[in-house]
């Protein structure tokens, strides 16, 4: 009766594993940090206003990146650093960009009140875009809304 040995059965398996642990190591291009402020018009956030700003990569721009989760950033003082799941920042390519910036309402169960044009919400219809890459200009990254 044939007995195949334990180790020739697991010996293809063995020597593929270090193989695919080193393929799923680093690999993706390095993230940049992203950072930038939300201005209102030409007018700085109020204090008291909360929001979100959302990085969805630009197709039509050549950034075709499958990313598991967008790159988004909460602002806070009317400024933003992005990140993408436990990860700061995002990888190089054009982003449309979405912000969402409210004062919240003052009654436990009120409805907040949007400070921005609903066009911001959606990245169909924004007017935002930003190139991300490593030697960006300060200020590359800052955002201008309208009511």
Do not use: H
Request: net charge positive; aromatic share 8%.
């Amino acid at each position: 009766m044939f007995r195949p040995r334990p180790f020739s059965v697991w010996r293809p398996l063995l020597l593929l594993f270090p193989l695919l642990v080193v393929a799923g190591c680093g690999g993706g291009p390095k993230p940049i940090a992203v950072q930038g402020k939300v201005t209102l018009g030409d007018q700085p956030l109020p204090p008291n206003a909360e929001g979100t700003v959302t990085f969805y990569p630009d197709a039509a721009k050549g950034n075709k990146a499958k990313l598991q989760y967008p790159p988004l950033g909460t602002i806070k003082d009317g400024k933003y650093s992005v990140g993408s799941g436990k990860q700061e920042g995002t990888p190089a390519g054009w982003y449309k960009v979405t912000v969402t910036a409210i004062i919240p309402s003052k009654e436990p169960y009120g409805v907040p009140t949007s400070l921005i044009n609903e066009q911001f919400n959606s990245p169909e219809k924004t007017p935002l875009g930003v190139e991300v890459k490593p030697d960006a200009a300060p200020g590359a990254y800052d955002l201008k809304v309208t009511p």
